[in-house]
Each structure stands twice: as C-alpha cells, then as structure tokens.
C-alpha cells in the first residue's frame, strides 16, 4: 500500500520567516495531497490540498508544489505568524477517498 | 454549523471489556471514517464507511467492527479491548470524491 513519509518531525522558524515541510510517497497513482493541521488536544483541520494535475497551488501564506517525477510534495508557509504553530500532517490517497497520513511535523514559531 | 461529535471524549477501560465509540456528524455527509493516531506514527485508517450500511476495512481493523445505521451516526466498537489499543481514536466526514475530511476532537481511550 501507499506510504507517505513526513521528513521533519519537528521544524522551528522565526516569525516572519517561511517554513517549508517536506513529504514524499511510493504509489505512483496517488493522485490527491491534502495538508492537515492539528493544535494541541484538537482534531485535525483541512488547511490546502493538490491534485495530481496541477504541480502548485496557492492560498494565502500557504504554497503546495507536487514533483510527480519524484513523488514529492510540499508546504511552504510564507510570513509565519506564532498562530502557525501546530503540527501538519501531509496525505496522499491512492483510493477513493482513502487517505494514508504522514506522521506529522511539530512546526514551532519563534516570536 | 458543520461539526463532528465524539462521546466519549476520554474513556477508561480495562482489558477484556468492551468499548462503545460514537460519533455524529451534521452535515449529511456520505462518508464516515475512524482513524486511530499513535505517537510517531500519524493517522492509520481502522474503517471507511461510505454510506449506511456499507463499510469497509482500512489498513488496520484487526479487533474493531463498526456500526453505521443512520447517515449521521458512525459507531466504533471493540469487543475485548486490549492493552494495545490504547490510543486517540478520532472520527472524520466528508462529502464526494477526495474531499476535505472533517474531523472530531478525539477521544483519548487508556486500556488497563
């Protein structure tokens, strides 16, 4: 099956500066990459996502890029606020709706 | 107001018992879905229910079976739990083909 892994596990940044967190996955017919965010003793909550036949996608600070070729994608959070301190969780579905989740990265926001 | 609903939201039980999870969601979604979350290892899916009466296995079910008899209601249940369940469970919805999942606030669940 798919398997997508998270390569920060934690990841600190000043505020004001971009943060970048980084996910690679195996099957090669993965086509749907959501970003979820999960604050302290919450539920996890959509924050952006990219389908396979666009390679960037952008709302706001959030930037997404998929490398198909390498099966990588990406968050960039630009202009980093401490409200951004969370942890992401990237996915990738393969399936109809069937989602496999990377183990997430600690995103801490220095003031 | 779209929200998903967990009870109980901490829940204590020893080995051998059984454990009643639920979860309700209000925004008519087609899909439900339970996941288990375990330190270091992210979201693993335990089942998908794609409508009611109409569930399938994710990548972990072993020791879990669920119960979906109305749209709105999606039950996990574990019938003898074990030590090894201990975890945070959480629920999901969403509507149509890979769409935004929207997700409970857990329930923490401590085998004895």
């Known amino acids: 099956g798919e398997k997508v892994e998270q390569h920060e596990s934690t990841l600190s940044v000043r505020e004001g500066d971009s943060a970048v967190i980084n996910c690679t996955y195996t099957d090669t017919a993965s086509s749907y990459f959501p970003w979820y965010k999960q604050e302290a003793g919450k539920g996890l909550h959509f924050v952006i996502d990219?389908?396979?036949?666009?390679d960037r996608k952008q709302s706001q600070r959030l930037i997404v890029l998929l490398d198909k070729k390498a099966k990588r994608f990406s968050l960039h959070i630009t202009a980093t606020q401490p409200e951004d301190s969370a942890i992401y969780f990237c996915a990738a579905s393969p399936n109809y709706n069937v989602l496999y989740f990377g183990s997430g990265t600690k995103l801490t926001v220095e003031p | 107001d779209m929200k998903v609903t967990q009870m109980p939201r901490y829940l204590i039980k020893r080995m051998g018992e059984n454990v009643l999870l639920e979860c309700g969601q209000d925004?008519?979604?087609?899909?439900m879905y339970w996941y288990r979350q375990d330190p270091g290892l992210g979201l693993q899916l335990i089942y998908i229910?794609?409508?009611?009466?109409?569930?399938s296995e994710g990548d972990i079910p072993k020791g879990y079976r669920v119960s979906r008899k109305k749209r709105e209601h999606f039950s996990l249940i574990l019938d003898s739990a074990k030590t090894n369940q201990t975890s945070v469970y959480f629920c999901?919805?969403?509507?149509?083909?890979?769409?935004?999942?929207?997700f409970g606030p857990g329930t923490r669940l401590t085998v004895l």
């Open positions: 990219i389908r396979s036949n666009v």
């Open positions: 999901a919805s969403s509507q149509g083909k890979n769409a935004e999942q929207f």
């Open positions: 229910s794609y409508d009611v009466d109409s569930n």
């Open positions: 925004m008519s979604h087609e899909t």
